[in-house]
């Protein structure tokens, strides 16, 4: 197996893709605690916040070294840094599902600590490389970029000691023959470096880059190149993409210092190798000025096996089962986790969520786990979760802190969950105050997801959208 450094599990910072228009005010209301006559402040609309879709990003210094399904744009992580932490010197910012490190990013930037938790260890890879970034000596870094092209350019010469990852199973050879040749002499390069922080680039560069030299495909998600109509790859250009990718990084570290050159004291990054419904352990209560965050929506987006291809080829996971841990520890779990489980029940009460829960166990029963028990399954874990996300986030919060929330609803055997009106509720049973709901996107998208065979109810002419949740602990 691959000689590196593994990371322990942390904890998904991922959230899928959802928009609808927006619902009534009454609707709305119906959800949160007291009814309108306790909520009549709450708004519909955007807030002034800028879309939260990730898709920007992946033009941006630091942002695009990673390309991520689902997460935040810069913007709106800005937007709600400059609402909620204006003429601040110094705050700590907090994500409790950091992803690839936006939140963490857009917070050092601002002259904030950040501290991120993250199950994913690709992705935690990503945002502690960015967090990193402002210390790399460039001239260091240059140096290895230097020393790379010259050991690539003997690859075809020399055998690799690095090996492909034995239990990494696909359909169609992952790396074409050439390929893979090249991918393991980068490898053997990658592990000779003794330098961690570069390391930790040089790991994220080969990671980012892989899927787009191989037999697969992101399109959306993991899947071969022949199932979305393109020819399998013998060979790619390796140190070309590679040697690319590691120079636009460069290009990006000496902004970000330049950026923070004028900066006295330069704000730290973190990145906690737990999950954050673990966070006591590590943080102490009321220590946090502003939480930022998207928890995995009631998607079943796959977000471990997405990145099956890093987590085997860089080394942090060996085995099935070691895979098999991080979808169990995932936020919400995945439906493929929980189906064959018992009646899973909820583990606080709650009317209108549970009458929901009732209707969905009740459609398409003759198709066992796969009907509307199974999925009710599913549903009661996430939000079990979900309650335990705000019982931890109201104890790390300092008085009068803000929590930014974004979340989007889910239909399910045609049922729709109203996520954001029930975290609403459920946070305010914890000592958090909804100060306003904004529908930060309201474009129909996921009609894949609502309309799979494997998902599909009765028809809806429900849509999908995406919503701000503002908390603040009294």
């Known amino acids: 197996m691959i000689a590196r450094r593994k990371l322990k599990p942390l904890y998904s910072a991922s959230a899928g893709l959802a928009v609808k228009p927006l619902r009534e005010e009454s609707e709305l209301?119906?959800?949160?605690?007291?009814?309108?006559?306790s909520n009549?402040?709450?708004?519909?609309?955007n807030g002034g916040f800028s879309d939260s879709a990730f898709a920007d990003n992946k033009q941006k210094p630091i942002h695009r070294w990673a390309p991520w399904i689902a997460g935040f744009s810069?913007?709106?992580?800005r937007d709600v840094l400059d609402r909620f932490l204006p003429h601040r010197k110094r705050a700590?910012?907090?994500d409790p599902f950091c992803g690839v490190g936006t939140t963490l990013v857009e917070a050092l930037r601002s002259g904030h600590d950040a501290i991120g938790f993250e199950i994913n260890p690709y992705a935690a890879l990503a945002a502690?490389?960015?967090?990193?970034a402002a210390e790399i000596s460039a001239v260091q870094f240059e140096e290895y970029i230097r020393r790379f092209g010259d050991h690539m350019k003997k690859a075809p010469r020399s055998a690799t000691t690095a090996k492909p990852p034995i239990h990494f199973k696909s359909r169609i050879p992952f790396f074409g023959r050439n390929t893979e040749r090249k991918a393991l002499s980068a490898l053997d390069f990658i592990n000779s470096i003794n330098c961690e922080p570069i390391q930790d680039l040089f790991s994220l560069a080969f990671g980012s880059v892989i899927v787009s030299l191989s037999n697969y495909?992101?399109?959306p998600s993991l899947s071969s190149r022949p199932a979305v109509g393109k020819p399998t790859q013998e060979d790619a250009p390796v140190a070309e993409a590679l040697t690319a990718k590691l120079l636009a990084m460069k290009a990006d570290i000496a902004l970000l210092c330049e950026e923070l050159g004028s900066v006295s004291k330069r704000p730290s990054g973190k990145v906690i190798d737990d999950n954050f419904l673990n966070a006591v352990q590590h943080l102490d209560a009321s220590s946090i000025d502003l939480l930022i965050t998207s928890p995995p929506y009631l998607n079943n987006y796959h977000y471990v096996r997405n990145t099956r291809p890093q987590l085997f080829w860089l080394g942090f996971i060996d085995t099935p089962r070691q895979l098999r841990r991080l979808e169990l520890e995932n936020f919400g779990k995945y439906w493929q986790t929980v189906r064959d489980q018992d009646s899973v029940a909820l583990d606080f009460e709650h009317g209108q969520l549970g009458s929901l829960l009732d209707k969905l166990k009740g459609i398409n029963t003759d198709r066992g786990v796969y009907g509307g028990a199974g999925w009710a399954n599913y549903a009661a874990s996430y939000f079990?979760?979900?309650n335990r996300f705000c019982n931890v986030a109201s104890q790390v919060l300092k008085p009068g802190a803000h929590a930014v929330v974004v979340v989007g609803n889910s239909i399910l055997q045609g049922i729709e969950f109203p996520i954001d009106n029930i975290l609403s509720e459920l946070a305010a049973r914890h000592g958090l105050t909804t100060t306003d709901i904004h529908i930060v996107r309201q474009k129909r998208v996921g009609a894949s997801i609502v309309a799979s065979s494997v998902r599909r109810g009765t028809k809806t002419t429900t849509?999908?959208?995406e919503s701000a949740v503002i908390l603040r602990r009294g």
Do not use: H, M, Q
């Not at 209301?29 to 006559?37: A, N, S, V, Y």
């Not at 009549?40 to 609309?45: A, E, Q």
């Not at 810069?74 to 992580?77: G, P």
């Open 128 to 132: 502690r490389a960015k967090c990193e």
């Open 74 to 77: 810069s913007e709106f992580v």
């Open 384 to 386: 079990n979760d979900t």
């Open 217 to 219: 495909s992101y399109e």
């Open 92 to 94: 700590v910012v907090l």
């Open 29 to 37: 209301l119906l959800w949160l605690p007291g009814g309108k006559e």
């Open 463 to 465: 849509k999908l959208y």
């Open 40 to 45: 009549s402040g709450i708004s519909k609309l």
